[in-house]
């Protein structure tokens, strides 16, 4: 894969006319012109409701606990409206951020906001430097429930722009974005430092030892052409070895719907027509990310490199931009903003 990865910014196409897979619109995508504290009520009540059908990796116990002593009424009678068609300004509330911020450091935490006090970990998946470093990315480590890879290369478009670039864009527009609001934001890795990884272990205790209200890990998928939109995925509530995720599961499933439903909004991004059920979310026990995170964590997976039309918009710069702005929104809707 190409270190070359591409600064130009390809001409948005429209969206493929033609046939795919059936797709079913997500109440998240059909409550696309609701506002804030609606919307995120919505999409969580869908979120609960569709959870009950259950899927490979689901964690219906979480649902359930999650859904419980709220009404169920389904929130996915709404027609969908068009994709990419985000409503409202995507700047949070009081930014000035201009739309074309090239995510420069912004000099720390704004005095006042809505996240002032607050601590925000984002961890870039992957790191640029590990392809050059096969032997410790493969070494196992201890998830909890299992073993794996310390970490991975991570995926790239098939014109060689790597997922691993494209996480730490979005990861310091989004620090930008929540510095602005106050919040005090760390970075698992920055600027070739470590120059590999680190490991997924030492990703998670980077939110617990910063003792974080909000955890997020940032990547894109690699899967076949034709599999579009975005998925945010939910820790499991596991109990095995050193992962202990039910004190999180909940808050982590909070925090992972309003960033879906902000997500979407922002940036047109379907959800997922390939994970997740139409829902944009999807529960994992095997990822060390979240198995060993004590503060609430979710990873987020932006759009599909190998598909051409997320592909677009994964190499475009105000689209990052975009992704950027709707986690934000999400971080600040879960934080109490
Ligand atoms: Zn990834």
Request: net charge neutral; glycine share 14%.
């Amino acid at each position: 894969m190409s270190y070359t990865g591409p600064d130009f910014e390809p001409p948005r196409p429209e969206l493929s006319g033609r046939p795919d897979r059936p797709r079913r619109w997500p109440a998240v995508a059909g409550v696309a012109l609701v506002s804030g504290a609606l919307l995120g009520w919505l999409v969580y009540e869908a979120t609960a409701s569709s959870d009950s059908s259950g899927g490979p990796g689901s964690d219906r116990a979480a649902a359930r606990s999650a859904a419980s002593g709220s009404p169920s009424g389904p929130a996915a009678a709404t027609p969908p409206s068009a994709p990419g068609s985000p409503s409202r300004s995507s700047a949070p509330a009081g930014s000035s951020a201009p739309a074309d911020d090239d995510g420069k450091r912004s000099g720390g935490p704004a005095l006042r906001g809505p996240l002032r006090g607050k601590v925000v970990v984002i961890d870039p998946g992957h790191n640029p430097g590990n392809f050059r470093h096969p032997a410790e990315i493969n070494r196992k480590v201890d998830i909890g429930t299992n073993r794996k890879e310390c970490d991975t290369t991570g995926t790239s478009t098939n014109a060689g722009y790597p997922e691993a670039q494209f996480t730490l864009d979005v990861a310091h527009r989004l620090r930008t974005l929540l510095e602005q609001q106050g919040a005090t934001v760390k970075l698992t890795h920055d600027d070739g430092t470590p120059s590999w990884g680190p490991c997924v272990d030492e990703r998670a205790r980077i939110g617990n030892d910063a003792h974080a209200d909000a955890a997020i890990s940032l990547h894109a998928d690699g899967s076949a052409a034709g599999n579009r939109g975005f998925h945010v995925i939910l820790p499991a509530a596991v109990h095995s070895g050193a992962a202990d995720t039910r004190p999180i599961a909940a808050a982590s499933k909070r925090l992972g719907t309003m960033i879906a439903g902000d997500f979407v909004r922002v940036t047109g991004e379907p959800p997922s027509n390939y994970i997740g059920g139409g829902t944009g979310l999807d529960t994992r026990q095997d990822l060390g990310g979240l198995n060993l995170s004590t503060v609430p964590k979710v990873f987020i997976e932006c759009g599909n490199m190998r598909d051409s039309v997320d592909a677009a918009r994964l190499t475009s710069g105000n689209w990052r931009q975009k992704a950027a702005e709707g986690i934000s929104e999400g971080i600040v809707s879960f934080l109490g903003g």
